[in-house]
RNA sequence: GGGCCCUUAGCUCAGGUGGUAGAGCACUGUGCUGAUAACGCAGGGGCCAGUGGUUCGAGUCCACUAGGGCCCA
């Protein structure tokens, strides 16, 4: 009787994985895994959203990799747990691409076109996505409760946060700014300095300007100074020099300049020096500004001022300063109570004030500023400069400063309990940690609030007269309306439904409305560990899943943006960590070690990884991966790893094979510990090892070292032991050897089947309804709801171990000897010396004699402690050695001839078409010698064709017939099946 | 300017607690031919980035230098 489906020789990814799809679809193995573990204790992991704005990268997939990985495997242990994925939607980054698709330049586009429309448009976007991320992620073979993601623009997510900021405001940490922040024309928006530091960078080549400033009071005599940023000019209210540098007076073509020392060069030849002395001689200074003709600039006093900041490295150590242009000017002129121009409006132009300038966009004036200044006999010199200029990190346009009012949740007091929390957590790896606190020590304070649409409107009413509130519920906002609720009511809490509503000034008694901020989107993603668990309604829900055990997430970026966020908000709700371990993984370049870009051609979407490579080899790249380092993946890493699959599946081909032709059913085997040979309990000593390792490597979230484990182990399994082992499976006696051969390559396969199973989750499914479904229909139905393999600690055997390590050494040596000889294995040989390492005894491996005569093809081994006979052919290595003995007598020539032969004859066969297991009947002829050989080594010969009868004289009706030589004689060989007859 | 990580064979990477360098790929030779559009064995190829130290002994621990990456200012 069969018990098992033939098996292909090599796996076929795109025909297995859509069919396992299939077949868990249709047996809601998923479902039923968590029924079955519902109740037990609990892992709690929590999915960091992933954007749900285009679709998913192959970055995407090393991340869910980790996440199914363990996930799966706790599974496995019987953990209860949520499997609730997260997508992140709200945000200007869903905006930039809305825009992009309606072909909108600028926010009074999204105006024109309402933005009740706009927001739907984005919920839309959101919705596609996510849709085809979740198809994505089922292609990789993540298990996930689909049905039941989370999503950020979710009211309870949204109404989460209207508590959390409600919190944050009892203690008095929400406050309105006023700051000079990095500022996008084209969204209309201030960036933060979280996102501005991740990418936010970009190299430039900007017109630098040199120019003078006209000292008042003195004829030709002018401050030098130099920017980059010419618009900002325009609202220049004062100069910084170090008060500790050296200054000259430099006399240049009958004017005077004043500038560093160390700087003077940047006036070119002639110049000569009348005066040096200390910046702070400088203090107080007045001078002429550039655009005093300026509306803005009316009354403005323009001065000298000290500042630590100003190097001499480039420029010429008088630095402009306008402080409503750039952040270190605003600070400088907040100490200094400096005049204040801000020149610009929310989209980048001029204002109207600003004359012949008004709405000229900042960035496209340089040409003219520079004509002005030279028409004005201010300009010295103009040159290229090339700096990292900061540019928005979702539209790429420069940036400019731009001072703003904007809200900001105070850190001051929180960055102690937040640092404490992240000193909770396990980081793995372990750098992490001070990665985080170095963040948590220099964060500024959290600007909170964007001046765009599609977002968490900030729950923030502020009343023209100064007072503001932040409300916390929509039961509280809808106690609080004086106004709108019914315009509101029904829709989610986005604009521009929820701008309707308005409350009352508990001051004044004015009607207040929301301010028309939305919120930064990393508030979204940082209340997940509360809203997903129902903190604010079903409080024993979240107790019972908070803190989360796990999240695994890619480190560049997180530290200040996830991690950051999800510490800082429990900290504020809990005072604790949201998480106990996070692990966290580097970034993925392409093959080529440069970044992915669609454009260079070198960029991998998911299908094609998946439809080239397979979702399983995909996860094996990464799942053997060091996380701490950058992947380079591509196809040929993809390649290399199918192989060591393909390694593990010819093994499990070979198995099937030769367990049908016995029809063995592996379930009924009766084979006891006494049945199992050296080999046996050889493999099963390293199988329970491996077993062993994984366990102890996966509670500690360390996959790929159970991954390179298990390549090891696989390599061992099929180089050594299935080698080694082969003949008993061959032989056509069904002895307790036999069975004690299929019992411990069945157990060896199905346990490695169940250990790559949150690994590889389809060939391990596919190999496992094969291996075990197919003879134990008792069985679980899914490789993924069986338990996870639990080592015996019986069969672990560390000096089997290590002894059969000896032996393969030997063996290694053996092979080497027989190539500096020239013989090959099929040839027969008398005898090899061995002189053993002089620890080890050679009792110790009389037990492997057999193998090593076996593997070798040699007849006797002989130990002794001195040299090996002078004629052998020897080899040596770490003082192990061992001698060959070379010569070939006749009888030892005649073995070899017919070992040849039998492998002319078994290709014959394979050429025939026949099955492995046929019976022929064989024709073979050829000289005196020949047959004699044969005549000598008749059984073997028989026995290893398969073959019921020798014939000398020629066949009638032979299948395939054949001339050849061999060792150098001319045989005739024919082959005829014989019919099975019952 | 400060902090963290990395630097091992041509390429991609392994190398707990210090004890005479490893794998896969590629290359060369070769074997097997009942796992065969596979597989095995063998070989060449490394002063483990450099320099100092600790130690009987350092790829491994410490310091510094150089190159690469990341983060902060």
Redesign the pocket.
Known sequence: MVFFKPVS??PNHREIEPRILRFWEEGRHFYRLIEKNQGNEKFRFLDGPITANGPMGVHHAWGRTYKDLFQRYKAMLGFDQRFQNGFDCQGLWVEVEVEKELGFKSKKDIEKFGIARFVEKCKERVMRFSRIQTRQSILIGQWMDWENSYYTMSEENNYSIWFFLKKCHERGLIYEGTDVMPWCARCGTAIS??EI???GYRELTHPSVFLRFPVIGKEREYLLVWTTTPWTLTSNTAAAVHPELVYVRAKKDGDVYILAKELLRVLGAGAEVIEEFLGSRLAGLRYQGPFDELAPQAGVEHRVVLWKDVSASEGTGIVHIAPGCGKEDFLLGKEEGLAVIAPLNDDGTFKPEFGWLAEKYALDVTRVIFDDLEKKGLLYRVEDYTHRYPVCWRCGEELVFRLVDEWFIAMDPLREEIMASAQQVRWI???GL??EL??L????DWCISKKRYWGLALPIFRCGCGWFDVVGSKEELQKRAVEGWERFEGHSPHRPWVDEVKIACERCGNTVPRIKDVGNPWLDAGIVPFSTTYYLTNRDYWRAWFPFDFITES???Q??NWFYAILAMSTVLEKCAPFRTVLGY??M?A?D?REMHKSWGNAIEVEEAVDKMGADTMRWVFA???P?????FGF??G??VK??I??F???Y??FI??AN?DGVNPVALKVKKEDLNRLDRWILSRLNSLVKLARERLDDYDA??VA?AV??FV?DL???Y??RS?RRF?KSDNDQDKAGAYWTLWTALVTTVKLLAPFMPFISEEMYQNLVRSCDPDAPDSVHLCFYPEPDLEFIDEKLENEMKVV?GL???G??A???A?I????PLARMFVRLKPPLEQAVLEPYLDVIKDELNLREVFFSSGEPPRDCVT?E???LAVGLDTSITPELEAEGLV??L??R???L??SAGYD??DRIVLFCSGTPRVQKAIELFKDYLR????AVEIAFQPLKEADIESEVNVNREPVRLALRRVKPNG
């Open positions: 020789p090599q300095d979280m530091a991740t990418e790896p372990e750098f001070e990665r170095d963040w020590r220099n964060m500024g480190f560049p970026g530290f200040r580097a970034t370049k093959e070690g053997r991966h060091n701490t380092q950058n992947l380079l040929k890493v390649e290399e192989r060591k393909l390694t599946w010819n093994v081909s070979f094979t030769y032709i790929a070292s390179l390549e090891t390599d099929s180089t050594w299935v080698r082969r061959w393969r063996v290694s040596l092979h080497a027989r190539e500096k020239r090959k294995v099929r040839q080899e290595e770490d003082r070992r040849e039998v492998r004859i078994q290709t066969r394979k492995v297991a026995q290893e064709t398969l």
